[in-house]
């Protein structure tokens, strides 16, 4: 193809996004489209993946059967968020198992809220929601991204993190209604997990790389500062109403910009989570990497049973033919 | 308690379902593939969702204040009446399907009894969990047979876990006192009428699988009296451990 019938076709690709027109797996796409939605899909992918394992911590010590059921639903419900994005990814030609690989030796990042660890029961609460509110926040708007089976996928995982979210500020709030040291509980979790879920909605504008391209594709609608400021405008009242304090000395209500004002985030935290040295980075690693080594012989296993039953299927068929 | 061999019963039951729901709730996000981990909590799913019928109806028998959780989470070890199969450690991944394949084949069979229980919560228990557990029992066979039939590593695994598994097969059987009343009621199942049919499914799909019969007659018991392995006491110490801290807190 001549560079000028490839500019060709990129412009009719942007035309055909800025119409809102989805774009399907066997459309010609340009390869940056392709690798950006790889990378951002199987982020997406992991971070589901991971993030079953700090609330996985608690699954045999909830504190009630109906909890516990809950529980046992939602963080299976993530491993189905996990399952259909990769399914997603591998319509943009690349396999699953390439995915793991590239999670398992480091190359592909996760969201980094996962690297904290939960330490009581209360943090089943501040996750599901303070992180789930701010992955819906993140979320929401990729139920109309460009690629087809990325905004299909999105609008099926909104609606469940949203069910998600409301699980998790109902466990806040029967804390917060409860005895002294259920209150205590939960605003200690509020004060751990208050910061970390600032920082998840990404680095701030001026840092962020990939934004410009990402608008354009519609990856991304709005800016991680403003992600952020509504997620702060969300949660505070919600925090209000159940009587728990934000743990920033420095926010307040802003009347002139209808929004409220907040404390400076520790970056360099940030950073240092990202770049692999958090409380959990290599508990979360090693916890990963195990199960997938601990299970390499039954997946082999799988592949040979497979194997054999397709052969005894061909050899009764050939049989039935002759 | 008026009806205590009823509540018994109940608990004999559902305190299966429980520790086996709560071993299979331990490897959420640990397994091998996200298909069978999301099976897996499936199960589990199913087997808390079982559990708090039969202890919601057992506490309406109790008669007291006791609620669904005070009996999943506030009794003493002596006083779990599982038996010793689903307390079984969650060794490796023969061991968790081998486990589930000689609960699942017994769990069927109970509850299509339990079906014409003349007790009409406890038939109609059963007869919603029937489709649920016919589900496990297709989930936990297909995977005896792939780890069997498999590659000669899965298939010295899956006889291993089998062969370690197999001591705890026929307590399944046993019947205690309270058993024998409920069931000269008609309220319970006959476990023992259970016995042959249970030993022609596993043998078949065992062999289907490649996999040797055990051989062994040697069989421990204990768990329906209440004597656990030494395993149960480090599960209760999870599954107990905010209602025993926390005492007298709602959730």
Redesign the interface.
Known sequence: MSEEQIKDLEAQFEARIARDEKIEPKDWMPEKYRKTHIRQMSQHAHSE?IG??PE?NW???????????AL??K??DE??H??YL?SACETLGVSRDELYEQLHTGKAKYSSIFNYPTVT?ADMGAIGWLVDGAAIINQVPLCSTSYGPYARAMIRVCKEESFHQRQGFE?MM??AQ??P??KEMAQDALNRWWWPSLMMLGPTDAESVHTEQSMKWKLKRKSNDDLRQQFIDQTVPQADLIGLTIPDPDLKWNEERQSYDFGEIDWDEFWQVVKGHGPCNKERMN?RV???N????????????AE?QQKRKRTSLKKEVS | MKNENLYKYILGIADNSLILG?RL??L???????????AC??I??DL??Q??SY?QYAAKIKGDDST??DI??LRREREYLNVLLVEQPNT??AYTIGRQFLFDVYHLLFLTELQKSHDVTLSAIAIKSIKEVSYHQRFSSDWI???G???E??RI?MQDAINGLWTYTDELFHQTDADKAVVEEKIGVDVTTLKDKYYDTVNAILTEATLDVPESKWFQKGGKKGIHTEHMGYLLS??Q???RT?PN???
């Open positions: 993946i079953m394992l996985g699954i045999t010590r909830a504190p009630s059967l109906r909890r516990k059921v046992l639903a963080v299976q491993a189905g996990g399952l990769y029961w466990i029967k804390l409860g005895t040291e259920q916890a195990g199960a997938w601990r299970g390499e012989w039954v997946r082999d296993a799988a592949m040979a049973y054999k | 709560q709730g331990a959420t996000g640990h397994g091998p593939s996200l298909e069978t981990d999301i909590t499936n589990s799913l808390f969702g559990v708090r202890y669904e959780d999943a989470f490796d991944f047979k792939r780890l039939d498999g590659t590593e899965s695994k999870d599954l451990y905010m209602q926390y807190m709602e959730w």
